[in-house]
């Protein structure tokens, strides 16, 4: 990704692609202290473009990083490196961290907090599975407790279980891995979260050790409004057996059908695809 043409916005100026780099004493690279957000723009729009926005300054509050752009500035640097790139369908990324300075060891209140943000076209994050279903490994490693870490950041540092995992899965032949938390209840993937479907009703894990994503917050709406009901809850590994459809929602992943998640299946069913389909309308909208 680092040798490419075009823009990139860092700390107020777009800069050429090849030289949007950063020095090796950079806080974040050493101590994860970063934060971001992953985001699409549909024909011009960027979905849901002030939430991320707002959402990236909430993931730095809470990691008492305090970053130093408003959510308008936020979103003139996200239209001013769409603009520079001519994108109008993109994967946006916005990556906020502590830089390099006078603080090298953990404590950096004297380093600046830089931001970044890049855009470029994302096809399906998960590939062909949009079609047939994601087959998904169960990790080994649980999404922790939020007294272990502020689980409703965006955070960097929550991701290294997700690449060790992800990768352990890809080896099994998975196109993801799904967590359980740190009490043994099913989570999510480790860059979406996860909706079940048992006899026209929806289950969908409760957000207290999960990113409460903005997709499935929509897709929360969605259901609601076509009047069916959805069980935000506890739910045990044990019932995946009962449960008849499962997706997965994200602004990269959008909504992904899941075939197979360990041993249990899954069909790619109607309403499955409905969801999907209304979703695919939604951001255009
Ligand atoms: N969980 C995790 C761990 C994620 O990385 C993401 C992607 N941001 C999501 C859930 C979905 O969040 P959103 O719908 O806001 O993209």
Not at 35 to 52: A, I, L, N
Not at 127 to 132: E, L, Q, R, W
Not at 204 to 228: C, F, H, Y
Request: charged share 25%.
């Amino acid at each position: 990704y680092a040798d490419r043409d075009g823009k990139i916005w860092m700390d107020g100026k777009l800069v050429e692609w090849r030289d949007a780099n950063v020095h090796i004493l950079t806080h974040a690279l050493h101590y994860a202290s970063s934060v971001f957000e992953g985001e699409r723009c549909y024909d011009g729009k960027v979905f849901k473009s002030r939430e991320h926005s707002k959402r990236l300054l909430i993931s730095g509050e809470l990691m008492d990083m305090n970053i130093p752009y408003s959510v308008d500035e936020i979103e003139a640097a996200k239209r001013a490196t769409l603009d520079a790139n001519g994108l109008t369908n993109a994967y946006l990324r916005v990556v906020a961290f502590r830089g390099a300075g006078p603080d090298m060891g953990v404590a950096a209140s004297r380093n600046p907090v830089r931001m970044a943000v890049t855009a470029w076209e994302w096809g399906n994050y998960y590939g062909d599975a949009k079609m047939k279903g994601a087959k998904l490994d169960i990790a080994k490693w649980k999404r922790p407790s939020p007294e272990t870490i502020p689980v409703a950041a965006k955070a960097a540092g929550l991701y290294m279980i997700c690449t060790m995992s992800k990768h352990a899965a890809e080896a099994k032949g998975c196109s993801d891995a799904m967590f359980l938390d740190y009490r043994g209840y099913v989570a999510e993937a480790t860059g979406a979260n996860i909706f079940f479907v048992k006899d026209g009703e929806v289950h969908t894990p409760l957000a207290d050790s999960i990113l409460n994503g903005l997709t499935r917050q929509t897709i929360i709406g969605v259901l609601k409004d076509r009047q069916i009901k959805v069980h935000e809850r506890h739910i045990m590994p044990e019932e995946l057996e009962g449960f008849e459809q499962c997706w997965l929602t994200g602004s990269a992943a959008e909504v992904t059908p899941v075939g197979q998640i360990g041993d249990y299946n899954f069909e790619v069913g109607a309403l499955t695809r409905e969801i999907s389909e209304a979703y695919e309308k939604l951001v255009r909208e």
